[in-house]
T-cell receptor, first 115, second 111 residues
Framework: SQTIHQWPATLVQPVGSPLSLECTVE??????LYWYRQAAGRGLQLLFYSVGIGQISSEVPQNLSASRPQDRQFILSSKKLLLSDSGFYLC??????????????FGPGTRLTVL | GENVEQHPSTLSVQEGDSAVIKCTYSDSASNYFPWYKQELGKRPQLIID?????GEKKDQRIAVTLNKTAKHFSLHITETQPEDSAVYFC??????????FGKGTRLSVIA
C-alpha cells in the first residue's frame, strides 16, 4: 500500500527566514504530486503540482517555489517568508497504483506559523 | 477552467437528522467528483466519489448524487452522528487537470 509522509509536522519561523518542507510517497512510482495551502478556517489552495521529475506547474504567483528532485519526493521552499505564508501545508499524491490518477490522497500536513 | 461552488458554507443539524451539501461545477467535461471530510487539525480524507457515468452511489450512511445536465452533485448523510461534525469539501476534475475544490461546508451535528 501507499504511504505519504510530510515533515516537519509543525514549524514556527520568523518573517524573512527561509523555508523547506518535504513530502515523500512510498509504495508507488511516478505519482502526480501536489502542494496545497490552507489558511485557518479556509479552503484548499493549490500551489504547485508535478506530473514527473523536474516538471512543476505553478498555480498561484507567490514567494514560494517547488522542486521534485526524485520521483517520490516533492519539496516546497521559500527564500524569505511573509506573515501571509502562515497556514497548514498539505502534500497530496495521485496515481495509477491507487486505481485512478484522479483521486488525490493527502499527507498529514505541516502547520507553519510565521511570526 | 473549472469552477466549483459549494453550499451551504455552514450547516447545523440535530443528531439523527439528515444533512445535504450541494455543489455545482462549470466544465461539462468534468467526469470525476470526490468528497473529502476534514476533521479539525487533520488532513482531508476521501469519503466517497462518483464518476460521470453513474447517477448515484451509496456507502452506508453517505450517498452522492450527480445530475450531469444541471451540472450539480450532492452529498447526503443520513442518521447524522456527532462524529460526522467536520468540514466537507467537494471537488471536480476533467482529464489531465488537478482537482478543483469547493470552499467547504462546516457541518455541526448537535447532540
Amino acid at each position: 500500500s501507499q504511504t505519504i509522509h510530510q515533515w516537519p509536522a509543525t514549524l514556527v519561523q520568523p518573517v524573512g527566514s527561509p523555508l523547506s518542507l518535504e513530502c515523500t510517497v512510498e509504495g508507488t512510482s511516478n505519482p502526480n504530486l501536489y502542494w496545497y495551502r490552507q489558511a485557518a478556517g479556509r479552503g484548499l489552495q493549490l500551489l504547485f503540482y508535478s506530473v514527473g521529475i523536474g516538471q512543476i506547474s505553478s498555480e498561484v504567483p507567490q514567494n514560494l517555489s517547488a522542486s521534485r528532485p526524485q520521483d517520490r519526493q516533492f519539496i516546497l521552499s521559500s527564500k524569505k517568508l511573509l506573515l501571509s505564508d502562515s497556514g497548514f501545508y498539505l502534500c497530496a499524491w495521485s496515481g495509477l497504483d491507487a486505481g485512478s490518477t484522479d483521486t488525490q490522497y493527502f499527507g498529514p500536513g505541516t502547520r507553519l506559523t510565521v511570526l | 477552467g473549472e469552477n466549483v461552488e459549494q453550499h451551504p458554507s455552514t450547516l447545523s443539524v440535530q443528531e439523527g437528522d439528515s444533512a445535504v451539501i450541494k455543489c455545482t461545477y462549470s466544465d461539462s467535461a468534468s467526469n470525476y467528483f470526490p468528497w473529502y471530510k476534514q476533521e479539525l487539525g487533520k488532513r482531508p480524507q476521501l469519503i466517497i466519489d462518483i464518476r460521470s457515468n453513474v447517477g448515484e452511489k451509496k456507502d452506508q450512511r453517505i450517498a452522492v448524487t450527480l445530475n450531469k445536465t444541471a451540472k450539480h452533485f450532492s452529498l447526503h448523510i443520513t442518521e447524522t452522528q456527532p462524529e460526522d461534525s467536520a468540514v466537507y469539501f467537494c471537488a471536480a476534475i476533467s482529464d489531465g487537470t488537478p482537482l478543483v475544490f469547493g470552499k467547504g461546508t462546516r457541518l455541526s451535528v448537535i447532540a
